[in-house]
């Protein structure tokens, strides 16, 4: 049962862990939405990316990194740096 609690700890642990999501920043027609996950003092590089497709629809991605920060403000920074780098690199792609 050890393993199994575990495992269950890391899927309930997650909504407590996630701080809260900072403003949205427009770049190259998509808006980023830097949300910096709270992890044992340190900060996991996290973010949604959407895009408006039609009056109607909007497509997101969220995407989630292993690398931990010491602080917040530099997460968030450096996950702005991961997500454009990103758009750049897939553009559209990103919602496949």
Do not use: W
Not at 28 to 34: A, Q, S
Not at 52 to 62: A, D, G, L, R, Y
Not at 79 to 88: E, F, G, H, Q, V
């Amino acid at each position: 049962m050890g393993i199994l609690s575990g495992i269950k700890s890391l899927f309930s642990a997650s909504g407590e862990s996630e701080a809260k999501a900072e403003e949205a920043v427009e770049y190259n027609g998509f808006n980023i939405i830097p949300a910096p996950m709270s992890e044992g003092g340190q900060f996991r590089v996290a973010a949604t990316i959407s895009k408006q497709i039609s009056e109607e629809e909007v497509k997101t991605h969220n995407f989630i990194r292993s690398d931990l920060i010491p602080n917040r403000d530099e997460c968030i920074s450096i996950t702005l740096r991961k997500a454009k780098m990103m758009i750049d690199q897939q553009g559209d792609r990103i919602f496949s």
